[in-house]
């Protein structure tokens, strides 16, 4: 396991951006996939993008292609969410996570580290 903590939440405008990191300790980061899920009050835990240990492999749900990209710099043991043209649907708890399998898993319960989360509010 990895311990995740993120950062870069915030209050911003529809149509506005956020870049959320996600930094990582342990020395087994670069070999972990890396996923960003995100949480409304009394709804489950949605998947949201994960990454390749790499880097070389991206998954994103219908609902974020075209406008959020996921990153990694392995050097540097921290991944990143950059969130642009954002909508106030995409408000929420926005969680890192992290696990040793495939990058296309996007069942929260296959995800074996996780950070405490980040507010994400997008007003209209």
């Not at 959320?20 to 890396?34: D, E, I, K, N, Q």
């Not at 950059?82 to 399998?101: F, H, I, R, W």
């Amino acid at each position: 396991q990895v311990q995740l903590v993120e950062s870069g939440g915030g209050l911003v405008q529809a149509g506005g951006s956020l870049r959320l990191s996600c930094a990582a300790s342990g020395r087994t980061f670069s070999v972990h996939v890396v996923g960003w899920f995100r949480q409304v009050l009394g709804k489950e835990r949605e998947f949201v993008a994960a990454l390749s240990p790499t880097g070389a492999r991206t998954n994103y749900a219908d609902s974020v292609k075209g406008r959020f990209t996921i990153s990694r710099d392995n050097a540097k043991n921290t991944a990143y969410l950059q969130m642009n043209s954002l909508k106030p649907e995409d408000t929420a708890v926005y969680y890192c996570a992290a696990l040793t399998g495939a990058w296309t898993n996007r069942d929260p319960g296959a995800f074996d580290s996780w950070g405490q989360g980040t507010q994400v509010t997008v007003s209209s």
